[in-house]
DNA sequence: CACCTAGGTTCCATAGTGGAAATAATGGCG
DNA sequence: CGCCATTATTTCCACTATGGAACCTAGGTG
């Protein structure tokens, strides 16, 4: 794969250790040589021939030794001398598609946002949200660095990273190789994947949840949704991304969702929901921060609301430990201003529902714009880009 | 195969490749050379080079094609010839410890068991019980081949395989390094576990999640016990153990359990609960047999018991499936007929409680005796032994 | 019976590995 | 201040497991 002008590629291809050997930095953020080797469990020698190439290309930099781990400042002997990834050795476009626009960012390969960019769709036909997304590319792309890969998310199925096999908010109705269609109309290699996971996978690699190897992703907004790392590998099913957790039962006096559910996670947490239960209390029609604003100044309609909500995402949490014996959940989406509001109610409903005797449980709350969940699918092309098969050796 | 006399051990100890190999064959079965090379992504050379060994020393066997998997009969070209596992070429003894007795079998290396012994313990303290293991370790190893690893497996949390923090059956208040005790004690390795992880272990590598890389394990019995793997991988946490499934809430409307949890799974599904439920309304103590069986010939009163243990349990499962994503769940533990009078019940609840675009959820009923549970100590020794790090090079 | 296909074996050049020994960088100590 | 202990990293080399090519084996087919 020749990339034009200046490559910023290393001419090594990256077999298979030296590979490892980059995800390693990439993962666990400056490591000295000798504390990779020992992870990846390689000898000094062998990590030194393998590392140095690396650092040559310019992929690896070496960086002072930032003080290490807190506690034992004072030992003996040479200091290490530790790698971190270079981040701007590779340049990614990360594109979240909704039912209206396309949010798409230009990161490193720390994930971290060089810049942003939003452009409505001029339509939800497949053809539209590909000349969209190929707008804002264009845009993020104009005069900057060469683009490794490109990342897509939305809300629905994803077949292999490529095809689109159900995207309600797009109102696809069959199957759309959306992968191959903007990777022809980009020039770019493209993966496409469900939001829920790419998000997991930013939170995983990038996030807060960077060196867990087990945890869970929950966000709340429109709905609920939810996303699992176990050992260091996301969980990927076809049933990933229909919103398992959205009808899970939570409390028997709860509200109605539209399907009927008494009390499901829909009905106590989606935004829609508590403006709507707030609403009605009122006679008047609320917005979803007016809700938790009045519920924190003690309103007699909206605070009973609030407190339920918390109390049933306290529950809904303790059921994700309990049951997937994770320790971490990471907390997010569009709605997440209630787990603040009501984190003392939602804290003692964990509590309430863990057994005493389990680690306490580590609750992340991580505010979401548009850009985070961008984000997200450029983390997506990031793997993808890491981790994808050795070019058939040329 | 005859073993009895000569040495079944390989002359040589296993390296990194070979013993990949050897697992491969022991967890998929018969399988062809063509087929590891394929898995394990090797030459067809290396293959041979690294399997052919093994065969010698006995390890392996070849056996005659089964006709393979159905649908390809009649191919061109060679015919494979499959390898499998010489089950007889190791032996393990695995004990489940109770508060008043020990189970034990003596398996092969596929933990098919061989012969099975009980003795009851002469006490709880860790004396009492390393002597009892001792008992029947000698009884079943008596003149029969020698054993390479011994498994024990009990309620309770238990580190690093060997020291047991909690036993609450035994009444033992403080650490116990039973696993080194042991080794003392028999002059054998020995490998301590949970029970629940034992058995979880046993289903993933020999039982009918063989072949399954995420599935979940419930037992119901004097509890609710549950153990989990992902990506073939066990999860093991510390929190495992403490019955973190016990006190889900499952039904509003349910009886209390001993902890005053309002229709927990405890309340719904343990047997004693089902038969104090049923004792009541016929004011008369009937056993757990007794209840399902007059439930399955339309009694009014254990008839509604079993239904909402039925929807309790089927509430459970889907709550499983849709919390871990895993879409083959083993159902066994003592109370497991449970589900076979309440099938239909228990399936309509999952139905209901999963979103109907989600894969169908297997669910595998699963027979347990003690027998069965002290497979599971052994198949923890096995997978020790096959796992193990290898000897430091002599 | 020649030919096709696929499984399995033999053999060899070589890439990648661990390990020993060397070198570098640091703090402690007399 | 010089020496030593300690740890990090590099250099170098013997060695070994690997992939690949060529070959043999064991059926089918026309």
Redesign the interface.
């Known amino acids: 794969m020749d990339t034009t002008s200046a490559p910023p590629t290393q001419p090594t291809p990256l077999t298979g250790a030296s590979r490892a050997v980059a995800l390693e930095v990439l993962l666990r953020g400056p490591v000295s040589r000798s504390e990779i080797a020992r992870r990846l469990s390689l000898s000094a020698g062998s990590l030194t021939r393998l590392a140095n190439p690396l650092v040559d290309s310019g992929l690896l930099v070496e960086v002072d030794a930032e003080h290490g781990p807190p506690g034992q400042e004072a030992r003996a002997g040479r200091r290490t001398r530790p790698l971190d990834i270079n981040p701007t050795a590779h340049h990614f476009i990360g594109a979240k598609v909704t039912g209206d626009d396309v949010h798409a960012v230009l990161t490193t390969l720390r994930a971290e946002v060089v810049a942003s960019v939003r452009k409505p769709l001029s339509g939800r036909d497949p053809a539209s949200v590909v000349a969209t997304v190929r707008d804002v590319t264009g845009e993020l792309t104009a005069g900057g660095p060469p683009i490794s890969r490109v990342g897509v998310s939305l809300g629905g199925r994803v077949a292999h990273h490529t095809t689109v096999t159900a995207a309600p908010f797009l109102e696809w109705s069959e199957d759309v190789p959306l992968g191959s269609l903007l990777a022809d109309a980009l020039g770019l290699p493209v993966t496409v994947d469900n939001d829920l996971l790419a998000l997991t996978r930013a939170e995983h690699w990038f996030g807060t949840a960077r060196g867990h190897d087990?945890f869970a992703v929950l966000t709340i907004g429109a709905g609920v949704g939810y996303g699992?790392v176990?050992?260091d590998?996301i969980?990927d099913?076809?049933?990933?991304g229909?919103?398992?957790?959205?009808?899970?039962?939570l409390d028997?006096m709860g509200p109605l969702c539209p399907s009927g559910h008494r009390g499901c996670a829909t009905a106590m947490l989606s935004r829609p929901s508590i403006c709507a239960a707030v609403s009605v209390g009122l006679r008047r029609s609320v917005t979803y921060d007016e809700c938790l604003d009045l519920a924190a100044s003690g309103d007699p309609v909206a605070a009973p609301v609030i407190t339920a909500a918390g109390r049933a995402l306290g529950?809904l949490l303790a059921?994700?430990a309990?049951?997937?014996?994770v320790?971490k959940i990471v907390l997010t989406g569009e709605g997440v201003r209630l787990a603040e509001v009501a984190r003392t109610t939602v804290d003692e409903a964990v509590r309430a529902?863990r057994?005493p005797?389990?680690?306490p449980l580590e609750l992340d709350v991580q505010h979401s714009d548009f850009a985070y969940w961008a984000r997200g699918a450029a983390a997506t092309a990031i793997q993808a880009y890491v981790l994808e098969e050795e070019p058939a050796a040329g």
Chains 1, 2 share one sequence.
């Open positions: 087990r699992l176990m050992h590998t969980v099913t076809p049933d990933v229909v919103g398992l957790l959205g009808h899970c039962p028997p529950r059921a994700v309990n049951f997937t014996l320790q529902d057994d005797s389990t680690a």
